[in-house]
T-cell receptor, first 111, second 105 residues
Framework: NAGVTQTPKFRILKIGQSMTLQCTQD?????MYWYRQDPGMGLKLIYY???????DKGEVPNGYNVSRSTTEDFPLRLELAAPSQTSVYFC??????????FGPGTRLTVT | DAKTTQPPSMDCAEGRAANLPCNHS???????VYWYRQIHSQGPQYIIH???NNETNEMASLIITEDRKSSTLILPHATLRDTAVYYC??????FGSGTKLNVKP
């Protein structure tokens, strides 16, 4: 099992550009999550999903969108990138209970 | 408030036990206590979880107070590789800022 994979590892965006951060898990987990981590800070939940076709907002959803068309994939979309979205983005999954499995992260810089 | 309280940083000598506290005074009766750690800028890694009883695995021990309002993660023989930020998130969603554990030679 590859676990949770995220692409790209690094990305630099200009203000106003858009991009999609990809997240895939091969553990057949129903629950998937997107977090952001600003420098020196903890993780903040952006969006989560409890299964294909079902998503819900977390603590900091503004400026982001998600979709969940399959169990494996949970992409995060930034429509109009802003400097405040400079952060490290982590995707995670779990089967509903128990521990979360995290991906390696995507480091995003918006200039 | 569904948050936890942890000291921002702690030091520990290599080979000694590291005891990391977490306050979760508003935890509900059926809510598990989880601990994770994040080494450098990697994704967080699960360590241990428990409900009421103390738990132990190959990485650590978890002590939960009888009223469940606080817990302590114990690394029995800390090594330099245990230097990391340790989190006890609430509801799996609220990670907070964690405790930066510095293990020193």
């Amino acid at each position: 099992n590859a676990g949770v994979t995220q692409t790209p590892k690094f990305r630099i965006l200009k203000i106003g550009q858009s991009m999609t951060l990809q997240c895939t898990q091969d553990m057949n987990h129903n629950y998937m999550y997107w977090y952001r981590q600003d420098p020196g800070m903890g993780l903040k939940l952006i969006y989560y999903s409890v299964g294909a076709g079902i998503t819900d907002k977390g603590e900091v959803p503004n400026g982001y969108n998600v979709s969940r068309s399959t169990t494996e994939d949970f992409p995060l979309r930034l429509e109009l990138a802003a400097p405040s979205q400079t952060s490290v983005y982590f995707c995670a999954s779990n089967p509903g209970a128990y521990e979360q499995y995290f991906g390696p992260g995507t480091r995003l810089t918006v200039t | 408030d569904a948050k936890t309280t942890q000291p921002p940083s702690m030091d520990c000598a290599e080979g000694r036990a590291a005891n990391l506290p977490c306050n979760h005074s508003t935890i509900s009766g059926n809510e598990y206590v989880y601990w994770y750690r994040q080494i450098h800028s990697q994704g967080p890694q699960y360590i241990i979880h428990g409900l009421k009883n103390n738990e132990t695995n190959e990485m650590a021990s978890l002590i939960i107070t009888e009223d469940r309002k606080s817990s302590t993660l114990i690394l029995p023989h800390a090594t330099l590789r245990d230097t990391a930020v340790y989190y006890c998130p609430r509801n799996k969603f609220y990670f907070g800022s964690g405790t930066k554990l510095n293990v020193k030679p």
